[in-house]
């Protein structure tokens, strides 16, 4: 069966710092991956997502970004993390063909 | 662009009675509409696909209907339990896209025993 891995499950970073969330999906292969954002009170928000190794499409201008190096890894980074950048970050795949989406734990990001 | 909403930011109902909550599209009709539950500090789980072509799909206590015409759906949950609190989101599906789907911000049912 699959499976989606996120860590860490909490986070709390200082503004300027940088950031580094994993994704690892298992049990699946080639699987479109997902990034979404969600802060209190709003819906998700799309940030990222991937079709493929090395693929990556922005849904969101930010000081976020996202690399895929293996077909089932999938990773979020920021160079200079900003107090707007706090929430609840989570992963998502879809393998190809279906529509449903299967989303990991999340991460819990705080910026101070 | 499309716009999602789900009319009711929190819903409060007694144990055993029918919650329907409702959500609400802009623009172009998807191909498909999906309902999701997630509890706190988690993330969602699907629970219902529903197709442009299909008007209701039913899972257990679970029903969802389709309105094209009217651009909405409606989810209900029959004999609802304390179990079923949860905050419930609509997602439909980006034209053209590959699986990408838009989130309503959700609905929070609370079952009171």
């Known amino acids: 069966s699959q499976t989606i891995h996120q860590w860490p499950a909490t986070l709390v970073q200082p503004v300027g710092s940088p950031l580094s969330l994993e994704c690892t999906v298992e049990g699946t292969s080639n699987p479109n991956l997902y990034w979404y954002r969600q802060a209190a009170g709003r819906g998700l928000q799309l940030l990222f997502y991937?079709?493929?190794?090395?693929?990556i499409s922005s849904e969101v201008p930010q000081n976020l970004s996202a690399s895929r190096p293996q077909d089932r890894q999938f990773i979020l980074s920021s160079k200079k993390l900003l107090l707007s950048d706090s929430g609840f970050y989570l992963c998502?795949?879809?393998?190809?063909?279906?529509?449903?989406?299967?989303f990991g734990p999340g991460t819990r990001l705080t910026v101070l | 662009s499309q716009k999602i909403e789900q009319n009711s930011e929190a819903l409060n109902i007694q144990e055993g009675k029918t919650a329907t909550l409702t959500c609400n599209y802009t623009n172009y009709s998807p191909a498909y509409l999906q309902w999701y539950r997630q509890d706190p500090g988690r993330g969602p789980v699907f629970l219902l696909l529903i197709r442009e072509n299909e008007k209701e799909k039913r899972k257990e206590r679970l029903k969802v209907t389709f309105d094209t015409t009217l651009k909405q759906s409606l989810f209900h949950i029959t004999a609802s339990q304390p179990a079923d609190s949860a905050t419930y989101l609509c997602?439909?599906?980006?034209?053209?896209?590959?699986?990408?789907?838009?989130f309503g911000k959700g609905t929070k049912l609370s079952v009171k025993p």
């Open positions: 997602a439909l599906d980006f034209r053209g896209s590959q699986g990408n789907l838009i």
């Open positions: 998502a795949w879809l393998t190809s063909g279906t529509d449903t989406q299967y």
């Open positions: 991937s079709v493929g190794i090395g693929q």
